[in-house]
T-cell receptor, first 115, second 113 residues
Framework: AQSVTQPDIHITVSEGASLELRCNYSYGATPYLFWYVQSPGQGLQLLLKYFSGDTLVQGIKGFEAEFKRSQSSFNLRKPSVHWSDAAEYFCAVAASGAGSYQLTFGKGTKLSVIP | DGGITQSPKYLFRKEGQNVTLSCEQNLNHDAMYWYRQDPGQGLRLIYYSQIVNDFQKGDIAEGYSVSREKKESFPLTVTSAQKNPTAFYLC????????????FGQGTRLTVV
């Protein structure tokens, strides 16, 4: 079974600083990987996804993530954080097997932004 | 606009009552899911359905029931057997061809009073 670990429960950064949110996954084959963002009391919005190919993927809102198979990681980055980026971020993994439809989520990292 | 609609946004339940949370999608997605979210716990899968009239238990199905009579609809019933139902519930759907990319509704916050 797949699993996801987000080591940082809460991160605080200053507006304009760079950001990296960590995600480690466990899955036997090539995974499908996702980052979602959630504002308080809202649903989840997809930021970006990795299925195959180029290991550096670009997403919405200026986010990017890099898949590193050797480290089983899929870290999310942003060069310059805006106050509106304050939210909770979830990494997720899906099995790549045929007929599998389940997403497994990490426990999330809450991002606070200091003006 | 296509999307997933959850209703109601807020729901209050008395001890011992069953309540049903609605989830409707007009994205023509095959698969639908229910997740429960508690602070610091991430999202945990309750039930999922890949096709009409079929569904499977997720990791925390006890005390919940679902139906999938129509492709567009996947209601969740929180029964009196669920000992700690207060949580934020999220419904999602995905189209098989997009390899599990899930789209989420805005959630229902259920509180036991």
């Amino acid at each position: 079974a797949q699993s996801v670990t987000q080591p940082d429960i809460h991160i605080t950064v200053s507006e304009g600083a760079s950001l990296e949110l960590r995600c480690n996954y466990s899955y036997g084959a090539t995974p499908y990987l996702f980052w979602y963002v959630q504002s308080p009391g809202q649903g989840l919005q997809l930021l970006l996804k990795y299925f195959s190919g180029d290991t550096l993927v670009q997403g919405i809102k200026g986010f990017e993530a890099e898949f590193k198979r050797s480290q089983s990681s899929f870290n999310l980055r942003k060069p310059s954080v805006h106050w509106s980026d304050a939210a909770e971020y979830f990494c997720a993994v899906a099995a790549s097997g045929a007929g599998s439809y389940q997403l497994t989520f990490g426990k999330g990292t809450k991002l606070s932004v200091i003006p | 606009d296509g999307g997933i609609t959850q209703s109601p946004k807020y729901l209050f339940r008395k001890e011992g009552q069953n309540v049903t949370l609605s989830c409707e999608q007009n994205l023509n997605h095959d698969a639908m899911y229910w997740y429960r979210q508690d602070p610091g716990q991430g999202l945990r899968l309750i039930y999922y359905s890949q096709i009409v009239n079929d569904f499977q238990k997720g990791d925390i199905a006890e005390g919940y029931s679902v139906s999938r009579e129509k492709k567009e609809s996947f209601p969740l019933t929180v029964t009196s057997a669920q000992k700690n139902p207060t949580a934020f519930y999220l419904c999602a759907s995905s189209l098989k061809r997009t390899r599990n990319e899930a789209f989420f509704g805005q959630g229902t916050r259920l509180t036991v009073v």
